[in-house]
């Protein structure tokens, strides 16, 4: 659910925005959200984002850059 909800938030949402997931079998949580939208010199999209998952009463916190690839998903380069 974390994977999807990265996914979408870098695909439909604007910088500084938040989109949550809930997993209810597990409980498990988090929330994404992209920081800064770029362009590469290849015309690439690419964007910085932030990631907080909560399993088992920890957050887990990660921060990367992802590039939108030709297919439409978007994968991270550098984290």
């Keep these: 659910m974390a994977a999807q909800n990265l996914q979408y938030s870098l695909e439909l949402t604007p910088d500084g925005t ?31 984002f932030t990631s907080n998952i909560m399993v088992g009463g920890e957050q887990h916190r990660a921060y990367g850059t992802a590039c939108r690839q030709a297919d439409g998903s978007w994968k991270i380069v550098n984290n």
């Design 18 to 48: 938040t989109s949550a997931w809930q997993n209810p079998n597990t409980g498990h949580s988090g929330h994404s959200y992209p920081t800064r939208t770029m362009i590469t010199d290849d015309g690439t999209p690419c964007r910085e």
